[in-house]
């Protein structure tokens, strides 16, 4: 039930704390609440900056104007993906998203390897 | 209901949710980051003020740029650098400083000696009390007063927290134009919410800008990677991006420095009279010393002014910034927007309101927060009593700490060791002491007396600034001291806003704020229809 943390259904529709855990632990939707914040945060700065940086090594221009591109533009992407994250109600296609973007991204700038 | 209405009815409750979680997290640090943002509008000005026996005239840069290359010659001849920040319009002195040569032996890291303050037309230090001046209310406000980096580190996340809280709220809320116009009093929730709705869309543009320029001011320390994705060495980047020199080495021959005052003129014919401000010179009486020279940014849009670099053995002219492309100028121009150096008098008090609004919706924003779940006759849950808590000790007691830390400047003696430092501790203790005897007092009662105290704190400035200087409200209004005149006008002005604020505050009634469904005191937007969900989030 990874659809299970979604911020904005109405609450109410199902108990949230399950009965076999000690109550000082988070819940299980605490738990998801808590990989939704994570993902966002952590997971949306480094696709941002792994996007930001192929960008910037791909842009086809000077490397000082495409590197100062990639910087100026990072936080609009990184702000993007915060609000995506909290937006859309399945977890694991947030994970999935953020966290492949951010590897795939980060990975093939480093495949590429820094300008010459 | 069509699926494309449901779907856009989702999406205005999520970011409903989000605006109002981010909006309560980063909101005290943001409603002390816009306060004190706005107070280094006048940086410059505050710093005089808080020296009120000094009385430069103005000089010109070259005479000021003499006067200090004598001074350092005097004084440190063979430092490894000089840094000279010549005086302009708003700042009449001359601050230096040198980076001395790396002791050979001794392994420590290279540590620059301490500022001076040079009288430009002596090129004597200046005698003054010793003060941090608005210096501090500006690195306040993106250091946080706590150790580099984790002050900026959290200054930056609390601007993305800021950038998104923006977008999420102009989504949330689709009547934006419409409410601007509404603006209902004595409404309890429904008038915080207007209040907040006008103080955010009245300069939604400026939020946004100031927001995003703001991250801008430190991108290289947030988001270096794509630095590392283009640069082998990161040098290169500065020296690309900025102009920097790369720090040459001494030749170890000695060529006494050739005279400033011809470069700084020289420097100023290739702008087309263009104002130098910054003088950099590195191995000064040595065959390989040079000279940098940096426009002032005070004069255009762009921040990033441009650089001449000459020998200092020969005075002949090795480079220059090149002009600089399209990124590079936004960058520039984005800085430029957010110190707001360019803005002259008109601009520069239209900044300093609307920054004051940008505190406003900052501040009405937590209140909101607390007038949405305020249940009549139940006793409040924990974390609303926190939040409550939280939002006296920043938005009634942090005013009265930044007064503390003016009035302290008049009545520690001008004299005392290491009274900067003490001006700086009388704003956090007086800042966290209030916020703690706040906690003494039912909320209400705290609300108003911390507020008058703040408003009284204010309201002593210029009647402490009469007793201890001879710069008083009087002796300014005969003498045409427009700048003292400005900061007691704006002393009182400030005393009195929060004054009112005291009186509204003893004003609110206890009474539901109104007949709909209250809330309930959950994580989650409470079940309500869709537009009020949306609307009042």
């Known amino acids: 039930m990874l659809g299970y943390a979604q911020p904005h259904m109405p609450q109410g529709t199902g108990m949230n704390r399950q009965s076999l855990l000690p109550s000082f632990l988070p819940s299980r939707r605490a738990w998801h609440m808590i990989a939704r914040c994570v993902t966002a945060l952590v997971g949306g700065y480094a696709a941002a900056a792994g996007i930001a940086s192929l960008g910037a090594r791909l842009l086809p221009i000077a490397r000082v104007e495409a590197t100062l591109w990639g910087m100026i533009l990072s936080f609009l992407i990184l702000a993007s993906f915060g609000l995506w994250a909290f937006h859309e109600r399945s977890l694991l296609k947030v994970a999935l998203v953020i966290w492949g973007s951010a590897l795939l991204s980060a990975g093939l700038t480093i495949a590429i390897g820094s300008r010459p | ?537």
């Open chain 2, 1 to 537: 209901m069509s699926k494309a209405a449901s779907d856009e009815k989702g999406l205005r409750q999520s970011m409903a949710w989000i605006h109002t979680w981010l909006g309560l997290l980063a909101g005290w640090i943001l409603f002390a980051m816009f306060l004190t943002g706005t107070a280094s509008y006048f940086r410059p000005e505050i710093t005089r003020w808080m020296q009120p026996e000094l009385h430069l005239a103005p000089v010109a840069p070259r005479q000021a740029a003499e006067t200090a290359v004598a001074h350092m010659q005097a004084t440190s001849p063979d430092d490894l650098q000089w840094y000279i920040y010549l005086p302009d319009d708003r700042t009449p002195e001359t601050r230096i400083f040198a980076m001395p040569k790396p002791d050979a032996e001794a392994k420590a890291p290279r540590k620059r000696r301490a500022e001076i303050n040079l009288d430009p037309a002596t090129g004597e230090p200046l005698n003054a009390r010793e003060t941090r001046g608005g210096e501090h209310f500006y690195r306040f406000h993106f250091q946080l007063q706590l150790p580099h980096p984790w002050g900026r580190w959290l200054a930056g996340l609390c601007a993305i927290f800021m950038l998104t809280a923006i977008i999420s709220g102009v989504i949330t809320h689709k009547r934006i134009f419409v409410d601007f116009f509404t603006l209902r009093w004595n409404k309890g929730q429904r008038s915080w919410l207007d209040a907040h709705n006008v103080s955010a869309v009245l300069a939604l543009p400026f939020h946004a800008m100031i927001t995003y320029t703001g991250l801008i001011t430190l991108f290289v320390m947030y988001m270096p990677w794509p630095i590392a994705a283009n640069y082998p060495k990161p040098a290169a980047f500065y020296t690309d991006a900025y102009g920097t020199e790369p720090d040459g080495k001494a030749l170890g021959k000695a060529v006494p420095l050739q005279p400033i005052g011809p470069l700084v003129d020289a420097a100023s014919r290739e702008w087309q009279g263009g104002r130098p401000r910054t003088i950099v010179i590195r191995n000064p009486n040595d065959a390989a010393a040079t000279v940098t020279i940096l426009r002032s940014g005070a004069e255009r849009l762009n921040a990033r002014g441009e650089s001449i670099t000459y020998s200092g053995a020969t005075g002949a002219k090795l480079t220059q910034s090149a002009p600089p492309g399209p990124a590079l100028t936004t960058a520039g121009v984005m800085l430029g927007l957010h110190l707001g150096n360019f803005a002259g008098p008109v601009l520069r008090w239209t900044y300093f309101l609307l920054g004051l609004t940008g505190t406003a919706m900052v501040g009405t924003g937590l209140l909101l927060w607390t007038a949405k779940r305020r249940k009549p006759g139940a006793r409040p849950f924990f974390g609303f009593r926190l939040v409550e808590r939280l939002n006296i000790a920043t938005i009634a007691c942090l005013p009265a700490g930044m007064a503390a830390f003016l009035l302290s400047n008049r009545l520690i003696p001008a004299g005392l060791e290491g009274r900067a430092e003490l001006e700086v501790k009388a704003m956090f203790w007086t800042w966290f002491g209030m916020a703690a005897l706040a906690l003494l007092r039912p909320v209400r009662r705290a609300w108003v007396e911390a507020l008058a105290l703040s408003a009284a704190a204010f309201a002593a400035l210029p009647l402490v600034n009469m007793a201890t200087t001879d710069r008083g409200l009087f002796a300014s209004i005969a003498g045409g001291d427009w700048l003292f005149l400005s900061f007691d006008g704006a002393m009182i002005a400030i005393a009195a806003l929060l004054g009112f604020g005291a009186w509204r505050a003893g004003q609110v009634k206890t009474a539901p704020a109104s007949k709909r469904r209250t809330p309930r005191p959950t994580a989650m937007p409470a079940v309500a229809p869709a537009r009020e969900a949306a609307d009042v989030a």
